[in-house]
């Protein structure tokens, strides 16, 4: 089985403000060794508007952080008031697209297809992509988990080339775990990923599928990310909360290391 390097990222999603973004920008600048880039890949999530301030932050300071988008819109640039596209992302340094993450599904009302749609654009564009899966509490409590993330995983996937595979990641993140402060057990969220891991497997081959990262989420922090991280097919994570304290956050990515 090829090694596969550990991924974190960091989603600030719609939180703090002009000088919050540059306060944990340089905090971050100054706790995360730029060695740690070799081992890890590390993005973060700001909301749209302070994606081109952190991008030049970590530009200047020479940062191999990577800067991501929460969500884009598919489409060219046009008449899609309110909206973000792929090249205005791409031109102020973002590098990474997440899409389908759950409160873009359950408060927005995002389909499988929209995030489909979103996902095979940005990987077109090329951009790296994060793939957001996961179920809700009523569906694990009915026996439905693995239904469900392989369900969103092949709708969400739907179309790609095993070769636009190199740029997908994957974060399965429980919608109960999310910002509740409850997490997965490790071996809960292990059999996820496996049962995720062997899905990808079947649409497009077993290398593939053994070369995918797959990032957990759903309130990993600094106690309990190294239990996590040992799990086999659990290769990073995706920090809410947790990553909008510096030395929080700092210590995931080392326990990812
Ligand atoms: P959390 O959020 O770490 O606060 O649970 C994770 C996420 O929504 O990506």
Redo the contacts with the bound molecule.
Sequence with gaps: MPARKPSIGG?WKMNLDTAGVKALTGDLLKVLDTSIADTVDVTVFPPFPYLAPVAGALCDAGSQLQVGAQDAWATPNGAFTGEVSLSMLKDVGVSTVLVG?SERRHVIGESDELVNEKLLAALDAGFEVVLAIGEKLEQRESGKTNLVNIGQTCLGLAGTTAQQMAKVTLAY?PVW???TGKTATPQDAQDAHLAIRQAVGSLHGEDVANALRIQY????KPGNAADLLAQPDIDGG?????ALSADDFAAIVRAAS
């Design positions: 989603n993450h993140e775990a999310i910002g989420g759903g309130s990993m995706l920090i809410g909360g947790a």
